[in-house]
């Protein structure tokens, strides 16, 4: 039993670990930077449940998203959704709102163009406000 109890706390810290070495980062807008390689792209879920994705460049200057080829799907538990984006002044714009609840994965595919190799995101959806960093949760900063 003591065995069991030790490799449980090992596997907890394990995780514990591995969790704080992925540094969140949020952008100007509060909302959860993606790192493109050459551009930034900031994951932002507007109030009506659409997400808006903003680009920056290392500098974290705002650029008109261009290039950028993003889709994602929201793992909801009532099915899994794909969700397109088109740009929409500068930015991309999902065409379609999120699903209902929250506190599923959004898996978000971005590529800064079409050549470069996509990248996967896995954003956990929780919409309060941290009180620590006043970030949305799915962005928050703190050290936990
Ligand atoms: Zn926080």
Redesign the pocket.
């Known amino acids: 039993m003591k065995t069991l109890l030790n490799l449980l706390i090992i596997a907890a810290l394990a995780t514990t670990s591995a969790f704080a070495d992925a540094k969140v980062k949020a952008g100007p807008r509060k909302g959860l930077l993606l790192d493109l390689g050459s551009k930034q792209a900031e994951f932002f879920v507007e109030k009506d449940r659409t997400i808006s994705i903003a680009v920056y460049d290392p500098a974290m200057k705002p650029q008109a998203a261009t290039t950028e080829v993003i889709t994602a799907t929201a793992e909801a538990p009532s099915g899994k959704t794909k969700i397109a984006f088109e740009v929409k002044d500068g930015k991309l714009v999902s065409t379609t709102k999120l699903p209902e609840g929250e506190g599923y994965q959004v898996v978000v595919q971005a590529k800064s163009t079409p050549e470069a190799k996509t990248r996967n995101f896995r954003i956990k959806l929780l919409l309060y406000t941290?009180?620590?960093?006043?970030?949305p949760?799915y962005a928050?900063?703190?050290d936990?």
């Open positions: 941290c009180k620590e960093c006043g970030n949760e928050c900063t703190c936990e």
